[in-house]
């Protein structure tokens, strides 16, 4: 009997131990650490992180909802070059000007372009805190900021042309609260950061030369954008040249498409791409081609743009943007700017075509036009595509060969809907009566968040 | 001793293995007593019940039937003594005993259920004491619909579930709640306890199926469930705090009776489904479509657009020359249904077990999709002691699924191909070659999409009685998912040919584990009577994906990943873990009065360290007034008694497993230079260190009410639940860089009553006829939230205060003017144009009341019973219609035949044209339809031999049946009204876009048992 009882006394002693570790160590059972992202408390503290963190900026600014595909699309179908032909039959109603706040395009690019800003906005606040080393120099550092300068200058102009003055945001969110009441900027306030900021990204970089990263010459390309939008002629010509005039790194293709045809990629036409691989996919071809080359073709070119291109007398050899496949016995017009179904075209954002152009349409703007300088630009374009050199004479005559112009040479790359607001025809053009349409709504979700966030005129009620 | 220092061995052993046991023991000789013997035979078909329990009564003095149904007690009580003798599902007797000449006990079926034993949270309860509410299906009622998942086939069994089968898919999820949807982004779905084990309900599929995802729920075999019990009110989920708040469904498996003989159950059915043409897309020949594609364009003075001009100019002809190419026949075909089962079981004295296998085969009733689940099930306990018990479940499947995307997006859309083509468009060409990738006939030849799940379910436990009433138990139980799936899209799909073949392999493995401690102390002092458990669990779930995939192929022979051109490669895991302590005290007097408190804090690894624990109680009361005094004279009532309930529960399912943390991640690589892509990382998540537990208070108040003899018996509840904190991704503005973050915003209610009734209508020896009716009413409101949310593309479904979840959010269209035949919405402008400001939240997915109905009826040999389900007041967004009805060249409905064509055309389906709001205003309320059915969810009929003949052959029971399931529907609505297009919750009622319908089933079957 007494073993038993010492049997029942071992294990009530064992019960009340392994209850008590249960209960102690329960509370450090509940610790559990993700395994596939970090802490935000610690991010950007060394090289590493900071190159890192500057690649996950392009990141965003590559994603589908931005220049990978959502950006260019509401641009494009706003103006009169592309149509949309696929199941989100709403969208059509950019293409008609009569777009609704809670069109949801709208509010997928508007939180990507703020998503590709916060990013730059963290690079920005933490990099210039991280130590020099031997191998991170002073240099290297600048030149990681620089870039964050140059992205957030670059999304602010997407901003501001496509919606008008914005919120601006400088520093990195770090928690919930921190935006509150934060009213919109005026269009000239937009344009101003953006100045400031390129003008930063300017004096950080240095003169190198990389299609897929921003360097000091790639923000002179964006400057001569800047300057055309802003109509400082004299600046545009001067930052386009300095472009131009380095002929030792950006040289026109010989043919049109020698800059997107054959899976090239990284020309020397190019001066700001964004490069996709099996990974980081572009979407694009599967959105623009046919489904039997591996797409859904719910982006097409318009008919009026079809009838442009396919009309090698107009277009010259802009006509390898179309594409003729047959859909139930008919031929129809497909874009071919983009085919790699694989997902590896670049997004174009800045070709050296673009910069001629600049300078071509502030010569012939200047206060005292330079028409022969103007049309040497143009020519060097129209001459590139096959075409002979512009008949145009009067300043009036040449500025709207340069938007026609404008219109072929980037006829998919969303260039034509911004030029023609910029030039103020896009009224006239694209036969919009309410000028308040030469702005999109500001999301309707967004303006539900944000009390301090005003919708555009003509879009309130 | 040496019986002490055997049993002493086994227990190290067990310690060692990992079990925590404590063991005393009890032995004691016996000599001399009385010895009584006699047998127990049912009353009617005087079967003996081998199993039955005999108690000297004021004695624990405890013997249960042998095989033959025969017993032997000893008792040292000097006669006469009182023999208690009972056994499940029947009344229990007393006989005195003055003699030891044999008995003869006859037991009577219990007549309701009121008295059965129910399945309670961590142990088991009568009927009669409970307080909380809490409704039993039996497994002999589970039915036989063609879905592959025991949670499909309850729908109309009991009241305050509301379970839509979305599809006619076999295996898919289905959408089930118990009294209302308490959350939003939190899961609303019940909690699933299989045999004390915490179910995975979480889909593991990566695989793209058109926002469709299959049911885990599929990989338990139906024919091992023994009971369901469903768990509604606090006083009965409380006990599972956290997990609680959306109900409860424990599923208890069979388990065999302990003396009991081997009984061997075989039932075997063969059968087919095929489509229910009443509710199948209601497409229009070539011709007509023709005619309205050339109308479209001639109305939007676009006529060069038509391609209906003559065949000389390059057109296709005039419409109605067109043929017509009907895809949706060609898709359309029989499936087989074939389900086999074998079920042992039986016991000795000392151990019990069941043993089961189960094969099902399942076909759509359209091409390429099928499923298959083979099962093994173990279940075995065995008594070490008089005082010591260990136990085994097991369940063990491996269900394999051929896929196909249905529902939503553009590519390999099976069902959507099928009808969304215009009939008239060629689906070959003059050569007979294949027009098109996205074509029907391709897609059915090419389709190699297909998962299998291994699934293990299984506990191992140990319980000991430590003093006289005083129980412990411990288990450690798993549920293992592995879940294997592959994609091969060929050069002739779409998606292959654009990288010349691609394959997906993505492997999911879902690790749970539970261990479990419980304390039961039961005690009866005279009048009172005391039940108390208290104890612990720790919990951990682990998901882990791997995914690769390969582009580029030499061609279809290679097919493995290894063969590819280009290899991709990623993985994902997560983990969250749950420390809990529970306990519950009940208390009963004279059989009358009962309470009950219990609780529970659960311990959260997925919560900020400021709110990790939450606390969760509930008291539940109850009121037998049939065992007054005052009632003792009423004859015709046989049961009354009043419940009330108040507890609170939880939820923290359905966030993810870092939900409150600031997070950056990795996965946003570019490069430095072209051509060499390096890491990349980025913000990924804000932090929340507040976040906490959603909580949801339940009132519950109800009755149990029987008359004439238990013959007609009701049961009603009241409920009220209110769920505040609830766990939602709050929007945060876009200018910060994040579009939400993880908070405790908002709070939803519920409310509704229930009602079951079942009835014997007529009881007599050849004919009896029962009848099981149970209907619900459920209202939700949205009662706060800061901003409202919007669901799906298009913003069709909004989540917006003070309206029901699953709102709809449409322009709508008034009428179509006679004059233009164009449509005329509410809040037009002078220019006609309406603006975001003008859309309207009308109706919602959620019925008023639904519920089932249930006929049974014997007559001698033949059994007939007719189960018919319904839901009333609930409105779906026809997708379909939408789909197909925007544009008629992207398919046509036979709606569109009723079009405005001429001034003076009174209708509501407006002029077609490109133009104007008439099929560009995607939200258009014009497909809003009434949704409300009523479906002969089952009919089956049956013949069982005659005793007779069936012992002839040494056969207990011989059955032949057939069963068919959704013979007919009921409905105002195009379609089917039990089709969604996307498993998202918030997004129900957006009615079957690219998604089959339900679809008839026809089965035969033979159940023998040995």
């Not at chain 1, 921003?214 to 010509?237: D, M, N, S």
């Not at chain 2, 058109?210 to 009971?227: K, Q, V």
């Not at chain 2, 590819?564 to 009940?586: C, M």
């Not at chain 2, 709606?895 to 405005?900: A, F, G, I, Q, S």
Request: proline share 4%; with cysteine.
């Amino acid at each position: 009997m007494k073993k038993i009882i010492s049997f029942r006394f071992q294990y009530a002693i064992l019960v009340a131990a392994l209850l008590l570790t249960g209960l102690t160590s329960c509370e450090k059972f509940l610790e559990v650490e993700p395994r596939t992202s970090t802490s935000d408390q610690v991010t950007i503290v060394d090289e590493n992180s900071a190159q890192t963190a500057v690649r996950g900026i392009y990141n965003q600014l590559q994603s589908g909802s931005y220049y990978g595909f959502t950006f260019p699309l509401i641009g494009n179908i706003s103006a009169d070059n592309v149509q949309y032909t696929g199941s989100q039959a709403v969208n059509r109603t950019l293409t008609t000007h009569t777009a609704r706040a809670d069109l949801g395009p709208l509010a997928t690019v508007w939180q990507a372009i703020y998503n590709t800003i916060n990013r730059a906005n963290n690079v920005i606040a933490k990099v210039p805190e991280v130590p020099v080393t031997t191998s991170f120099t002073e240099e290297a550092r600048s030149r990681l900021v620089g870039e964050a300068y140059f992205l957030r200058a670059l999304a602010y102009f997407d901003l501001v042309r496509t919606w008008g003055g914005v919120q601006l945001i400088l520093e990195p969110t770090a928690s919930a609260g921190d935006i509150t009441g934060v009213p919109r900027s005026s269009v000239q306030e937009t344009y101003a950061q953006i100045f400031a900021d390129l003008q930063t990204a300017e004096s950080l970089l240095s003169e190198t030369t990389n299609r897929i990263r921003a360097t000091r010459k790639t923000v002179f390309a964006l400057r001569a954008r800047y300057h055309l939008y802003q109509k400082e002629w004299p600046q545009a010509i001067e930052y386009a040249t300095r472009v131009i005039d380095d002929n030792q790194n950006y040289t026109l293709g010989n043919a049109y498409n020698s800059f997107f045809a054959d899976n090239a990629a990284n020309t020397n036409e190019s001066i700001f791409e964004l490069y996709y691989n099996l990974n980081v996919t572009n979407t694009q071809a599967y959105n623009w081609q046919h489904s039997s080359r591996g797409g859904i073709g719910w982006v097409r070119p318009s008919d009026e743009a079809a009838a442009l291109l396919s009309d090698e007398t107009i277009a010259g050899d802009r006509s390898s943007l179309l594409i003729s496949i047959p859909v139930s016995g008919v031929s129809v017009w497909y874009g071919n700017l983009y085919y790699r179904t694989n997902g590896t075209d670049p997004a174009y954002l800045i070709r050296l075509a673009e910069l001629y152009l600049i300078r071509a349409e502030a010569k012939a703007s200047l206060s005292s036009p330079d028409i022969p300088g103007a049309l040497q630009d143009l020519n060097i374009i129209r001459n590139r595509a096959n075409l002979p050199n512009a008949t145009a004479t009067t300043q009036a005559e040449v500025l709207l060969a340069i938007e026609d112009e404008n219109r072929l040479e980037f006829a998919f790359e969303n260039h034509r809907w911004f030029d023609l607001v910029r030039t103020g025809r896009a009224q006239e053009v694209l036969n919009i009566p309410d000028v308040g349409k030469l702005l999109l709504p500001i999301p309707y979700s967004q303006i539900l968040v944000d009390p301090a966030l005003k919708q555009n005129p003509g879009y309130e009620d | 001793m040496t019986n002490y220092y055997k049993q002493r061995g086994i227990y190290l052993f067990l310690t060692k293995l990992f079990f925590l046991l404590i063991f005393f023991s009890h032995s004691y000789a016996q000599n001399g007593g009385t010895e009584i013997s006699g047998k127990v035979l049912n009353d009617k078909t005087k079967a003996f019940l081998p199993g039955a329990t005999i108690q000297i009564k004021g004695s624990t003095n405890t013997v249960i039937t042998n095989d033959n149904g025969e017993f032997k007690i000893v008792t040292y009580k000097d006669l006469p003594v009182v023999l208690r003798v009972s056994y499940s599902g029947y009344d229990a007797r007393e006989i005195p005993i003055d003699n030891i000449k044999p008995v003869v006990v006859e037991l009577e079926e219990t007549a309701t259920q009121l008295s059965d034993i129910v399945v309670v949270g961590y142990g088991t309860q009568r009927k009669r004491d409970l307080t909380g509410s809490i409704a039993k299906i039996n497994a002999q009622e589970v039915a036989k619909i063609p879905v592959a998942s025991f949670d499909g086939q309850l729908q109309g069994k009991a009241s305050g579930l509301q379970v839509i089968t979305n599809s006619g898919v076999p295996g898919e999820g289905i959408f089930v709640r118990l009294r209302g949807t308490t959350s939003i982004n939190s899961s609303s779905d019940p909690l699933y306890i299989v045999d004390g084990v915490f179910l995975n309900n979480t889909s593991l599929q990566t695989t793209v199926l058109g926002g469709r995802t299959t049911s885990p729920l599929a990989d338990i075999n139906p024919a091992d469930i023994e009971s369901i019990e469903l768990l509604k009110d606090a006083a009965a989920t409380a006990i599972y705090g956290s997990r609680g708040a959306n109900g409860v469904v424990i599923v208890t498996t069979k388990k065999g009776n302990y003396g009991s003989k081997t009984k061997v159950d075989v039932n075997v059915s063969n059968g087919w489904v095929e489509a229910d043409r009443s509710v199948l897309p209601n497409l229009i020949s070539g011709p007509e479509v023709a005619t309205l594609v050339h109308e479209y364009w001639v109305n939007s003075g676009q006529p060069e657009r038509s391609p209906f001009r003559p065949v000389s100019e390059g057109g296709l002809g005039a419409p109605e020359e067109q043929k017509t190419y009907d895809r949706l026949a060609f898709l359309l075909r029989k499936g087989y249904i074939q389900d086999y089962n074998i079920g042992i079981q039986g016991g000795g004295s000392k151990s019990r077990y069941y043993l089961g296998a189960g094969y099902v085969d399942q076909d759509a009733f359209f091409k390429v999709i099928g499923f298959n689940r083979a099962s093994l099930k173990f279940n075995y306990d065995h008594e070490l002691s008089r005082n010591v018990k260990i136990g085994v479940t097991n369940s063990l499947s491996r269900s394999y699924r051929n896929q196909a995307r249905l529902g939503d997006g553009p590519q390999g859309r099976l069902w959507g191909s099928a009808i969304n083509n215009a009939t008239y468009s060629p689906t070959h060409d003059a050569s007979g070659a294949l027009i098109g990738l996205e074509n029907t006939y391709s897609l059915v030849d090419n389709y190699d999409v297909n998962t299998v799940s291994l699934r293990y379910v299984g506990s191992v436990f140990a319980e000991a009685n430590i003093i006289k009433d005083l129980k412990f138990r411990s288990s450690i139980s798993a549920d293992y998912n592995l879940y294997d799936e592959y994609q091969y899209w060929n050069t002739g799909t779409s998606i292959g040919s654009a990288v010349g073949g691609k394959a997906i392999s993505s492997i999911t493995q879902n690790s749970a584990w539970i261990n479990e401690q419980v304390l039961t102390y039961k005690k009866v002092f005279g009048e009172h009577s005391i039940t108390a458990l208290a104890g612990n669990t720790l919990q951990s779930n682990e998901l882990k994906n791997t995914y690769a995939e390969g582009n580029g192929f030499a061609n279809s022979n290679y097919k493995l990943i290894s063969s590819a051109a280009s290899t991709l490669a990623s993985d994902s895991w997560t983990k969250h873990t749950i420390s809990s302590y529970f306990g519950r005290v009940g208390y009963a007097y004279s059989d009358k009065y009962f309470a009950e408190v219990s609780f529970r804090s659960d311990g959260s690894s997925k919560f900020g360290k400021n709110n990790r624990r939450g606390y969760f109680p509930a008291l539940g009361l109850g009121w037998r007034l049939i065992s007054e005094n005052f009632l003792a004279d009423v004859r015709w009532l046989s049961e009354l008694k009043l419940r009330g309930s108040y507890g609170l529960t939880g939820n923290q399912s359905g966030i993810n497993d870092f939900a409150a943390r600031g997070l950056w991640s990795g996965g946003s690589p570019y490069a430095d230079t072209y051509g060499t892509p390096l890491a990349g990382i980025g913000p990924l998540q804000l932090g929340n260190d507040e976040l906490r537990w959603e909580k949801t208070a339940q009132t519950n108040v109800g009755f149990d009410a029987a008359f004439l003899s238990n013959r007609l018996s009701v049961t009603f509840d009241y409920y009220y639940k209110y769920t505040s904190d609830l766990l939602l991704q709050k929007p945060v503005p876009a200018s910060s860089g994040f579009a939400q973050y993880w908070a405790n915003v908002g709070e939803v209610s519920n409310r509704g009553f229930e009602v079951a009734i079942n009835s014997d209508n007529i009881r007599t020896k050849n004919f009896n006829w029962s009848t099981n009716l149970n209907i619900s009413s459920n209202k939700n409101r949205i009662e706060k939230l800061p901003t409202p949310i919007t669901q799906y593309t298009r913003d069709w479904v909004i989540l917006q205060e003070g309206y029901s979840l699953n709102s709809f959010w449409l322009y709508e269209q008034l009428y179509v003017d006679p004059k233009t035949g164009d449509p005329v919405f509410a809040g037009q402008d002078e220019n006609g144009v309406v603006t975001v400001e003008d859309r309207k939240i009308l109706n919602s997915f959620y019925p008023k009341f639904y519920g089932g109905i249930n006929n049974t009826i014997r007559f001698r040999q033949f059994d007939l019973s007719a189960l018919f389900t319904f839901q009333y007041g609930n409105y779906n967004l026809n997708l379909q219609r939408f789909f197909i009805e925007r544009n008629p060249a992207t398919g046509a409905n036979a709606t569109l035949l009723n079009r405005w064509q001429k001034p003076g055309d009174i209708t509501d389906v407006p002029r077609l044209v490109s133009t104007g709001y008439n099929y560009t205003l995607d939200q258009n309320s014009r497909y809003l339809e009434d949704a409300s059915f009523i479906r002969l969810k089952q009919l089956s009929v049956g013949y069982s031999l005659p005793a007779g003949i069936s012992q002839k052959a040494r056969l207990t029971n011989v059955r032949f049946y057939f069963v068919a399931a959704n013979l007919f529907i009921l409905t105002k609505y195009t379609g089917d009204p039990e089709t969604n297009v996307t498993s998202n919750p918030n997004a129900q009622g957006l009615g079957g876009f690219g998604t089959p319908p339900q679809p008839r089933s026809f089965q035969f079957g033979l159940n023998v048992t040995l």
